[in-house]
């Protein structure tokens, strides 16, 4: 075996045992012992745990980001999310152990940082996109930054969740991940799906017979979400309206049973009064009849 193909074995061992254990629980002597080698064929190589480490990280970090950065590279913004979303999970699909090393927290010897910095890098590709799309529309700018990191850390959770569940399937997840990013909660399409050009993007299990979407299509499917969030906002603001009335109605009703208690209260004080003034009465009558 020559040198670089014990490397490459050496890195696919350490990336499988640090996937399974982590850094910590993983050491120079497992790793030797599985390659069928002595320690200081690893020492030779990357220097130690440390080196050899790093090189994993690096890897997988360097294979993610390239698959996001290529789905954020498409023209239509509603295709940008879907892609990127898509890219996440075909690497948790393709490449479990490498995403189970990345979501663990670095360790410091990675020397190439951690999933949060590699989040922290793939959301200021998606500032730059929401910057764009918030200017055109008539938003302030300055709120992508905090927009993209809302957005990247939604996917990267879904991704860390449906790394272990693995349902529903990858387009299934994609297409809700970009429907509650797209339309938000009041919009929330029942039965969303990926669009036909972001499904040919990433060679599927059956590809798809369509052709893909042209701009026009696209544009036109964007009004069409439009259209349904205008409409589930005007449900919302009846359904708002009608709880608004039911309200009001409730508290007319409780001030008409307050002032019949208080009418009836006054009804009972008078009575009493009629009463005590009553005894009064007979008790000066009774004196009058049986002086002392």
Known sequence: MSGSERREQLIHISRTLFAEKGFDGTSIEEIAATAQVSKPVVYEHFGGKEGVYA????????????????????????????????????????????????????????????????????????????????????????????YAQMLVGMVALTGQWWLDVRKPGREEVAAHLVNLAWNGLTGLNPNPAITVTSRGHAPPVKPPQQRPASEKELRELEKAREKEIKEAEKVRQRELKEAEKARVRELKERERLLKEAEKAREREEKIRQREVRLAERTARLEQVDHPD
């Open 55 to 146: 090189v994993v990280v690096d890897r997988e970090m360097q294979k993610l980001l390239g698959m996001i950065t290529e789905g954020l590279s498409a023209s239509h913004s509603l295709v940008k999310l879907e892609r990127a979303a898509l890219a996440l999970l075909r690497y948790i699909e393709e490449s479990s152990e490498g995403f189970r090393i990345l979501v663990r927290d670095s360790h410091a010897a990675s020397g190439t940082g951690s999933f949060a910095s590699l989040i922290s890098e793939i959301a200021s590709q998606v500032e730059d996109v929401l910057a764009d799309e918030f200017a055109g529309r008539g938003y302030d700018p300055k709120l992508a930054p905090m």
